[in-house]
C-alpha cells in the first residue's frame, strides 16, 4: 500500500487536508520571582477532572491547558489563546504562567503538592510516581500535540485496498508512529527550548557538561527506566510489550509508558486490534518561551505538515527506524544549540520532501515559505528557538529573569482589554464574554459563525446555541417578533393594563390637524417616527391649545421624517431593565455625554481625559464611546454658553449630547440597587406579558425610590436581544455579569460562578 | 350632569370616539327555492353554544353569526362577513342563508326544528316559547347592534361629577335606552325591511291592510303580550317590573321580556344596580336583504352616530319617552314603504342635531356626508330600503324569487376565490387560511397588525399569536436562527450525520483553480450563491477533469454574482417536505412553467387556457402564477426548438422555464402519497435537527418509491416559515390543509376539525 500513490489516483487530496488537531499545555502557575506557587488550582474552575479546557497535570501548581480538536492551526490557536487568557485572568493577582518547559527555581521537594485531583486513584498514581521518579522531573511542563486523518479517507483508503478499515487505520498510525521516532530529531532541533535546569534537578548527579537543546526530550527529561523497551514495529508487538511490563510490575499502568508517540482512541491499547486507533499523540514539544501560549501557529503547521509528509513518504526502513531515530533524537537534544547539526544532509532531504508533498496535494503557496523558513534554521542553528533562548540567558545569567519578563508581558497582554477575549475580538463584546464564562465554566465553545455571532455551547452532552450574546432555545419563536413590531408590542401591553404611552402616527399636517381636538392641553410629545439624536422633538409637558404651536411643532417633526408620532407624554426618567428568566438583573441609566468640571481644565481637555479610559473606544471593540468634539457636540455647548475651551466650576457638569445613547458618548450608570423592587417586578411582568426570558424593558420613571403605581411610570419599549456590555461594564455602577445569567439559565444543571 | 358640556370642557372627546360595538346576525338556512331546510346545524362547527361566532337562534335552521366587539364599523364588518363567508363555505352545496328578515316560505308548523342545543333547558326553553308564541314568529331573523361607550370616559365622567362610577354608567345607559325608544321610529323608516308575510304567519288571521315598512318591529312582530309593561324611567322601576312578571310567571325568565332595548353584562340584571350596566344591545333591526351579510358598513356607522346622539343629547320630556316612542315606532312600521312619514320634521331635527354632534366633537366629514344621505331618504321614502324592496317584490310578485337571486349571488360571491378569506384578502392567503380555520373551529382571532400578518387566536382564555402563517410560540427562537444562516444549518446537518452537498465559496477564478485538485473528477454543481432562475449554472455530473472547462463554469458563474458556490452534485429531483410537529404533513414536487400538448392548439393558447384556473394569478392572492410570455420563456422554448404559435402534438410537454419556482408559472404537485416513508421520516428527523416545530425540508431524491439509504439523497435547504398555499391549494393532487395543523398544534386540546 503505497499512500501517496493511492491518493493522487483516486483524488483524495480534499481528505487528506481534513485533519484535526488538538493541543495540550502544561504550565507552572509562579510568582513574580520565578518561585512555583503554593496555592491551589483555581477554585473558580470548579471540578478540575471534569473541565474540558483547564486542568492540572503532576503538581498541584501546573496547569493543563488542553484545547478541543479543531481543523486548522489557527482555530486550535485561537482556543488556546483564549483558554490562556481565561487562565490568566483568573489567577491571583501574583500568579504568573511560566513560559519554559523547565522551571528556573525549583522548589524543595518537600514543597512540591502533587495534584489535588478529586478521585483517590488520580492522587495515588501521582504519588506512586513521586517514589519512583522523583518529584523534579515530574515539574518539567511540554506540549502534546493530538492528530487525527479523517475517518473518509481511511474509509476510502479501506475501499480502495479491499482491506478492513481498522486495518488501514492501524497499518497507517503505526507507521506514523515509527516514522516520527525516525525523524523527531528534526522537530527537537528546531522547537527544542529546555537547554538548562538547576543542579538538584539531576538527582543522580549526573548532568550535562554545557547548555543544551532540550533537557526535557533527552534522557534527563522524563523517560521509562532503561529496561523498558517497546517496539512499534507492529500492533501485536506494541501490545504485548506495554501489556508485558504492566504484568509484571513494571509498569503501573499503560500509562506509564512514555514516548513521544502515543496512540489514543480507547480506554487500555487492548482494544486497538478491534477498536482501530482512534488519533495519536505526539508529546515530544518543549515550551517556546517566546510565544505567549507556548508555541507559534506556524509551528503548530510546520508540526502538521512535517506529521502528513511522515504519512505521505515510504519508511526507508522499518526494521532500523525505531533505533535509529532515538540515536538522532538524543544527540540532537543534547548536542549544544549553537552547534550545527551532524544531520542536516537528511534534514535537508526531508524538508523538501515535505516541499514536494505540499506541491503535490495543492496546499498553501505559504506553506513553502513556512518550510524554506525551516531550513535556513537549519543552516543556522543561531535562528532556533532554543539558541534565542540561551542568548537572552546568558545576557542576564538568570533565567528566572528571563521567564518572569516574558510571563509578565502575556499576563500583561491578557489582562490590558480585560472586558474582552483578544482570541475572538472580531466577535461582538458581549459574545466574547459567554465565550470567556463559558470556557471558564468547563462549557465547550464552538463559533459556528463568526460573523453571525453564532456559538455552539456544550455541557455532558447537552448541546445550546447562543446567537449575538442572548438569542437562545429558551426564548419562544413569537416572543421576538412580538417585541420587533411596535405595533402588536403597545397593543399586547396595552391590553395588559400596562401603561404604554398613547398616541397617533401621522404623515402630514392635515392628519395632525385633525387629532388636535383629542389631544389639546394634554402632556404630549411630537417626534420623527425614527428619532435621530433628538432632532425634531418637541415636548409640551402642559399641553397647548394653541393650533399655532401644535403646527409648528408638527412640521418641525416632519422636517426629519415623513412619518411623525404625537404621543402622551410621560415625565420622568428612562431606564433600562435587563430581564432574565423571570427576574430584573440590572438596571441602567444612561446619561448624555457630558465632563465634569474641575476648576482648571478646559472642556476639551476634560474630554480628553474621560476618553483615556480604556473602556472608552468606537463602541463596538469597547464598553463605551469615546465622546467627540465636533458639530452636535458645538451646538449643544452653545446652547449653555459654553465652548470647547470653557472652564468648568469644581463639579460643575456640561452636557456635550441631548440623547443619551452610549454610541454617542453617554455615560451608562448601573442603579440596580438604587431602583425600588416594585419596578424590577414590574420590568418582569412585562416580559412576561412579552412571553420572553431574555427582554430589556426601557420604563419612564418619575421617581425610583418611590413604589410604582399605575400612573408613575410609562413603558417605552421591550426589547429582545437586549445589549449587555453596557451592564457589564457601565461607566460607574456595579457590573452585572449577565453573560453569566444566560449560562445558568441555558445550563440551570450546572454551578455556573 | 349635561353630557355634552362635561365631554366638551373636560377635552373628552378622544374617549367619546372611543366605543365598542358587536353585531349578532341571525338567518334561515334555505333551498334553492326558498323553503327552509331541515337539515342539522352543520357538524363541522362543533358544539354550538361554545362556539363565538357560529350558533343558532331558535329553529335548527336559523344561523345566528356573533361577531367580536371592535372599535369600528369597519372592523365589525369585516368580522362578519368572514364569519358569513365561512357559514356559506361549509353549509351543504344546495343551502344558502336567507337575506330577508321573514321567510318567503313558511314550512309546516310541524316540519320547524327548534334549535338542537346540547343544554336541556336550551331547548325546553324554545319548546316553551313555541307554545306560547307559535312557532312563525320565531322564525323571523334581524340584526342585535351591541354598544359599550368606554369606560374611561365614564370613570372620568365619574370624576368630574363625584359619583360612582356604577350609577354613571347605569345613568347614561338608561338615559340612552329611552332615547333610543323615543327616536327609534327614525330607523325604523330608514332601514326597516319586512313588508309582508305569508298569510300563515298571522295565526289569529289579523294582518295589515298593505305592505308595511317592517311587520318584524310591529305589534305582528316578535313581541310580548300586551299586559307586559316594563318601564326604563329608573333602573329600580325596570328590574321591579320585569322580576314582578318573572315571579308571578307572566315571563318564564328576565330574557322572555323583548324590548328593542336591553341591558347587558351581568347574567341577571338584579346585579345592574351594584354592577353597573356593561353595554347595551339594540334588538330593532330588519336585515337589509341589499347587503351581503344583513347590515352595510354606512348603516353600522349611521346607528352609531345616532346612538352617540341620544348620550349626547339632553332628553326632551324623560316621562312621556317611552309612550311616545312606542307609539311613533309603531306607526312608522305600519305604514305603507312609499308613503311619507309623518314626523318628519322631527327627524330632520334630530339628523342636525347629529351633524352638530359630529361637527362638535371632531368626527370625520364622511359622517356629514352620510347624514346628509340619510336627510334625503328621510325626505324621498322611495329611497329607503323598504320601498326599495317592495319595487323589487312587485316586479316578480314573488318574495322567493327576490330573495333567493340576492341569497345565491352572495354565496356565490363567497365561495367564488375559494382559496381566499375575503375579509382578509389583503393579508396573506396562508393567513387567511389559519383565521378561516380558526373561525370555523371556533377560535377568536383578533389581527393584531394586518401588513405584519400578526393575528392573536383564542381558546377558552388561552392566547396564541401567530405571524406568517406559522410562526408561532411553539418554535424556540434559536430554531429559525439557525435555519437562516446557511453556513450554520449545513454545519449542524452534518454533525448530525445528514448527506448535505459539501463544497466551497468562492470569489475568484483564482480560488476556484486552488479547489481544483480537491473536486475534479467529481460530481459537482458550480452555481451563483444567489441562484438567479437558473442562471449562470454548470453542472458536471460525471466530474471533469479538464481545467478548461471549470474555468469556464467558473467564469459562466461570477457573471451572475460576485459569489458562487462549487458543489458536490447530487443527482435527483428536488421535493418539498412539510414537517410539523414531528410529522411530515405534505411533499410537494415543483415541475417548471410548461403545457401539455393537445395536437391542436399553440402554445400560446395552451398558456391562456392553463392560465384561466382560478388558482393562477399573482400568486400572492392566488396560490399559482400565471405563466407569462416572455423574453426567459421565449429562449427556453426555442432551444427546445419551438415558439409560442408552435403546437405540441398531444401529450408532448412544452417547459417554459428551466426553473421549478411557483412564482414564475411553475407547477406544484402533490407527492404526499407517492413518497416512501423513510423520507418523511428523514425529514422529520432533519426538523428535529434544526429543532423546529414547522419545517421545510428540501430534499433531492434519486428514487421516491426506494427507500432512503446514506447516499441515495441530499439535504438542499431547511426553511423556517415554510409556504403553506403551496400544498393547501396544489396544481395537481390532494389538497394538505396545513393550516388546520397549525392550529392542532396551537391548541391540542381542541377538536380542530
Redesign the interface.
Given at each position: 500500500m503505497i499512500i501517496k500513490d493511492i491518493i493522487k489516483n483516486n483524488?483524495l487530496?480534499?481528505l487528506f487536508?481534513n485533519v484535526k488537531i488538538g493541543i495540550e499545555k502544561e504550565g507552572q502557575r509562579v510568582l513574580e520571582n520565578g518561585e512555583i506557587t503554593k496555592t491551589d488550582h483555581p477554585k473558580i474552575f470548579g471540578v478540575r477532572h471534569e473541565h474540558p479546557y483547564i486542568q492540572t497535570d503532576f503538581a498541584e501548581s501546573q496547569v493543563e491547558l488542553i484545547t478541543t480538536p479543531e481543523n486548522n492551526e489557527k482555530d486550535v490557536l485561537r482556543v488556546l489563546n483564549a483558554i490562556h487568557e481565561v487562565t490568566l485572568k483568573n489567577l491571583p493577582k501574583d500568579e504568573y504562567i511560566w513560559p519554559l518547559s523547565i522551571p528556573a527555581i525549583l522548589p524543595n521537594e518537600e514543597d512540591i503538592r502533587v495534584a489535588q485531583f478529586e478521585k483517590q486513584f488520580d492522587i495515588e498514581y501521582r504519588e506512586y510516581l513521586v517514589k519512583k521518579y522523583g518529584k523534579y522531573k515530574q515539574m518539567v511542563s511540554g506540549i502534546h500535540y493530538n492528530f487525527q486523518l479523517d475517518d473518509m479517507l481511511m474509509k476510502k483508503i479501506a475501499e480502495i485496498t479491499q482491506e478492513d478499515i481498522v486495518k488501514i487505520k492501524n497499518d497507517v498510525y503505526l507507521k506514523l508512529a515509527r516514522q516520527f521516532l525516525r525523524y523527531q530529531w528534526l522537530l527537537i532541533y528546531l522547537l527544542g527550548a529546555s537547554p538548562l535546569a538547576e543542579d538538584k534537578y539531576f538527582t543522580d548527579g549526573i548532568k550535562p557538561t554545557d547548555f543544551v537543546r532540550s533537557l526535557r526530550t533527552s534522557r534527563y527529561g522524563y523517560v521509562n527506566e532503561e529496561d523498558i523497551k517497546v517496539s512499534y514495529s507492529s500492533l501485536e508487538r506494541y501490545i504485548k510489550d506495554i501489556t508485558g511490563y504492566v504484568e509484571n510490575k513494571q509498569l503501573i499502568a499503560e500509562k506509564e509508558f512514555y514516548s513521544s508517540v502515543r496512540f489514543r482512541g480507547a480506554d487500555t491499547i487492548k482494544k486497538f486490534p478491534e477498536q482501530g486507533i482512534k488519533y495519536i499523540e505526539f508529546r515530544l514539544f518543549d515550551l517556546n518561551p517566546f510565544a505567549p501560549f507556548g508555541i507559534l501557529e506556524k509551528d503548530i503547521r510546520f508540526v502538521h505538515l512535517f506529521i502528513k509528509t511522515l504519512v505521505w513518504l515510504e519508511e526507508e526502513d522499518k526494521n532500523t527506524s525505531e533505533s535509529l531515530g532515538y540515536e538522532y533524537s538524543e544527540n540532537v537534544a543534547l548536542s549544544h544549540p549553537l552547534e550545527k547539526v551532524k544531520y542536516e544532509e537528511e534534514g535537508l532531504w526531508l524538508l523538501n520532501q515535505m516541499k514536494d508533498m505540499v506541491g503535490k496535494?495543492?496546499l498553501l503557496e505559504s506553506d513553502i515559505e513556512l518550510i524554506d523558513e525551516k531550513i535556513e534554521e537549519l543552516k543556522n542553528p543561531e535562528l532556533t528557538i532554543g539558541a534565542r533562548l540561551l542568548k537572552e540567558y546568558q545576557k542576564e545569567n538568570d533565567m528566572a529573569k528571563v521567564g518572569m519578563k516574558l510571563a509578565k508581558v502575556y499576563k500583561e497582554d491578557a489582562l490590558r482589554e480585560y472586558y474582552s477575549l483578544s482570541a475572538y475580538s472580531n466577535m461582538e463584546l458581549s459574545t466574547q464574554a459567554v465565550i470567556e464564562d463559558a470556557i471558564k465554566n468547563g462549557i465547550k465553545v464552538t463559533v459556528?459563525?463568526e460573523n453571525?455571532q453564532?456559538i455552539r455551547l456544550e455541557s455532558e452532552g447537552r448541546v445550546?446555541?447562543?446567537?449575538n450574546g442572548n438569542?437562545?432555545?429558551?426564548?419562544?419563536?413569537?416572543?421576538?417578533?412580538?417585541m420587533e413590531?411596535k405595533?402588536?408590542t403597545k397593543?399586547?401591553l396595552a391590553e395588559k393594563g400596562f401603561r404604554v404611552p398613547k398616541g397617533y402616527e401621522v404623515s402630514t399636517l392635515e392628519e395632525a390637524l385633525?387629532k388636535?381636538?383629542?389631544?389639546?392641553?394634554?402632556p404630549i410629545v411630537i417626534k420623527p417616527k425614527s428619532t435621530n439624536f433628538g432632532l425634531g422633538i418637541t415636548i409640551f409637558k402642559k399641553g397647548t391649545s394653541s393650533v399655532e404651536n401644535y403646527s409648528k411643532a408638527i412640521n418641525f417633526a416632519l422636517k426629519e421624517d415623513k412619518d411623525i408620532l404625537i404621543e402622551e407624554f410621560i415625565e420622568g426618567t428612562e431606564y433600562r431593565f435587563f430581564v432574565i428568566e423571570g427576574k430584573t438583573e440590572a438596571v441602567l441609566l444612561r446619561v448624555p455625554a457630558n465632563v465634569v468640571g474641575d476648576g482648571k481644565h478646559t472642556i476639551r481637555e476634560l474630554v480628553e481625559q474621560k476618553n483615556s479610559d480604556s473602556l472608552r473606544g468606537d463602541a463596538k471593540k469597547t464598553p463605551l464611546k469615546k465622546i467627540e468634539l465636533g458639530e452636535i457636540e458645538k451646538l449643544q455647548l452653545s446652547e449653555q454658553g459654553l465652548n470647547f475651551d470653557s472652564i468648568l466650576a469644581v463639579n460643575e457638569v456640561a452636557y456635550l449630547r441631548e440623547n443619551s445613547n452610549i454610541s454617542t458618548g453617554g455615560d451608562s450608570v448601573d442603579m440596580t440597587d438604587e431602583v425600588h423592587d416594585s419596578y424590577k417586578e414590574l420590568a418582569v411582568r412585562i416580559s412576561d406579558a412579552m412571553?420572553a426570558k431574555v427582554c430589556g424593558v426601557d420604563l419612564i420613571i418619575s421617581n425610583i425610590k418611590e413604589e410604582v403605581s399605575a400612573t408613575n411610570y410609562g413603558v417605552i419599549e421591550a426589547n429582545f436581544n437586549p445589549m449587555m456590555m453596557m451592564h457589564i461594564y457601565p461607566h460607574s455602577g456595579r457590573s452585572r455579569r449577565l453573560s453569566l445569567n444566560v449560562l445558568k439559565m441555558l445550563f440551570p444543571e450546572k454551578n455556573i460562578k
Open positions: 483524488n487530496e480534499e487536508a496535494v495543492g459556528i459563525d453571525d453564532f445550546e446555541y447562543v446567537k438569542m437562545t432555545s429558551k426564548d419562544s419563536y413569537i416572543s421576538p417578533l412580538i413590531n405595533v402588536v397593543k399586547v385633525q388636535f381636538n383629542y389631544i389639546k392641553n394634554k412571553m
